[in-house]
């Protein structure tokens, strides 16, 4: 067995490199940290110049419950908020909607209002803080209530710092929180590319996604070539906008996952950099150098922990952490140990967020960038994986690119297949998973989980119920009216939906006026 090892992704692993394993014209190819095609860094120095954002995936409840958790961790040394939202706020569902009954603030926070998003933020001051929120379908809503409650605060546009996932084609691969056909549904995630990129200037519109393909069942090269072939899906129309590539790429920005194969996974990181500055410079003749890097969030994956042993998952996600801070991430978030079995609770949050500090702060990674390079293994794994995805990124293309892949199903089969492959290598016992096929023991100890008090729902929509009966029944009438008559044109909407927010109008009611425009997406089975 030893003899015929691979990588989770099936590369193949040769009992020991050497130098005749690098490349010809290696070091030329690679360069140095801070130079195109950036495989060992964006920036020359790295963590010895500034540290990684530390981040916690954060949002349960009512927007009360979760500003103390927000403030609670930035009095523990969180550099960075990254905020979770309830199946509801995601699906453009008010809390108040009978299909969001049971499902209010369970997986997220829930904002339905201008009201909920200025008690999420309540003592925050914006200017300071940079936000990353995970939001797709309704990411130019929740963005627009972000932007009302920052001009409240005193805080331009230009000044609020952060990132809107608003990937809405990995949506109808992984997660399947869309609400609008996949044409309109790109039309908004470009209007957002759009309207950033002319009015801010420091935010990332768009958070292009391989983390979710890969816990739906991805390799690393998948994760890597379905997010890229996303990515040049959105580069395209935005360029079909009128767009020019060095005006909007450089706010561009990817969010990936790392696994347990440590090396493997500090490999794509490398490489993914490498593929980004190729495509930018030589497929879309960008000239700014900040159009050509790859900057990204990682998230430790939250799919490789197990509700056995939990505790084995502190070790985990310790390991993920330290190898995306080798892989040379600009951000991060480390799960916590208990997320297997329920939203994580204060004192598990603490440990995650102590992981990120350790690291940066006793091992002495962060004095030199790019600590690893010149591992032959390191070395063959980074061009391994690329010429892999680039393969892969072709047989995308030649489809049509992303939205006919996804439109045919290619991405979803390759994904599945790939997912089929390993839990079958887990259950016949070729993948070993401690305390889940390996070292499992019995009587496993009770873990105190985090629980949501069916309270907090009720209370939400008393809140909102009340927040409707209160603003102005006209100004929110002119509001939706003037975004439904906008929709009907081809023009940016952006605009529009910031107006009706101001205007008090929810979540539900902007999201049901582009369902009136554009219809909601149904996959078809074919029985």
């Known amino acids: 067995m030893k003899d015929q090892a691979t990588t989770d992704s099936g590369i193949p692993v040769k009992r020991f490199y050497g130098n005749r394993d690098l490349p010809s014209g290696f070091s030329k190819s690679t360069g140095p940290p801070g130079k195109y095609p950036y495989t060992r860094g964006i920036y020359s120095g790295m963590y010895r110049d500034r540290l990684w954002t530390m981040r916690q995936y954060t949002g349960f409840g009512s927007a009360k419950e979760t500003n103390r958790r927000f403030k609670y961790l930035i009095s523990r040394g969180e550099t960075g908020l990254s905020t979770a939202f309830d199946l509801p706020t995601q699906l453009g569902l008010d809390s108040d909607h009978p299909r969001a009954r049971g499902e209010v603030g369970r997986v997220g926070v829930a904002i339905s209002s201008l009201a909920d998003m200025r008690r999420l933020f309540d003592g925050i001051d914006l200017g300071k803080v940079s936000t990353s929120m995970t939001i797709n379908a309704t990411a130019p809503i929740l963005l627009s209530l972000y932007v009302a409650v920052g001009i409240e605060q005193g805080v331009s546009q230009k000044a609020l710092r952060g990132t809107t996932q608003n990937d809405i084609l990995k949506e109808y691969i992984a997660r399947n929180t869309y609400i609008y056909p996949p044409d309109a549904s790109l039309r908004l995630a470009v209007d957002l590319i759009e309207y950033c990129a002319e009015k801010m200037p420091l935010w990332h519109p768009i958070s292009i996604s391989g983390y979710h393909i890969r816990e739906s069942g991805a390799n690393a090269v998948q994760e890597l070539a379905f997010s890229f072939a996303n990515a040049l899906e959105y580069v395209r129309a935005a360029r079909s906008r009128g767009l020019k590539i060095d005006n909007f790429a450089p706010q561009l920005s990817f969010f990936y996952a790392c696994r347990n194969d440590f090396l493997e996974e500090i490999a794509k990181f490398r490489a993914a950099r490498r593929i980004w500055a190729h495509l930018m410079r030589d497929r879309f003749k960008a000239r700014n150098p900040d159009s050509c890097k790859l900057r990204f969030h990682t998230q430790t994956s939250g799919e490789t922990l197990t509700a056995q042993q939990p505790d084995n998952n502190v070790d985990r996600v310790a390991i ?115 305390g889940v096929n390996k070292f499992t023991e019995g009587g496993e100890s009770e873990q105190r989980i985090q629980r949501i008090d069916p309270a907090i729902e009720r209370a939400q929509v008393r809140e909102l119920k009340s927040f409707k009966a209160t603003r102005d029944a006209a100004q929110v009438k002119a509001g939706l009216e003037q975004l439904a008559k906008s929709a009907r044109q081809e023009k940016n909407l952006v605009g529009d939906i910031l107006r009706a927010a101001k205007a008090q109008c929810t979540v539900g009611e902007i999201s049901d006026t582009l369902r009136e425009a554009y219809g909601e997406f149904r996959v078809k089975i074919a029985l």
């Open 320 to 434: 993920q952490a330290l190898a995306a801070v080798l892989g040379g991430t600009q951000s991060l978030h480390t799960n916590s140990r208990d997320e297997a079995l329920a939203l994580p609770t204060e004192e598990s949050v603490r440990i995650a967020l102590r992981t990120q500090q350790i690291i940066a702060h006793e091992t002495g990674v962060p004095r030199t960038a790019d600590p690893l390079a010149g591992s032959y293994y390191l070395e063959y794994l980074t061009r391994s994986i690329e010429k892999r995805a680039l393969e892969l990124l072709d047989v995308v293309e030649e489809l049509g690119g992303a939205k006919k892949a996804i439109e045919h199903g290619f991405v979803q089969r390759e994904t599945q297949e790939s997912a089929y492959q390993f839990q079958k290598s887990v259950d016949e016992g070729r993948t070993e998973i401690v």
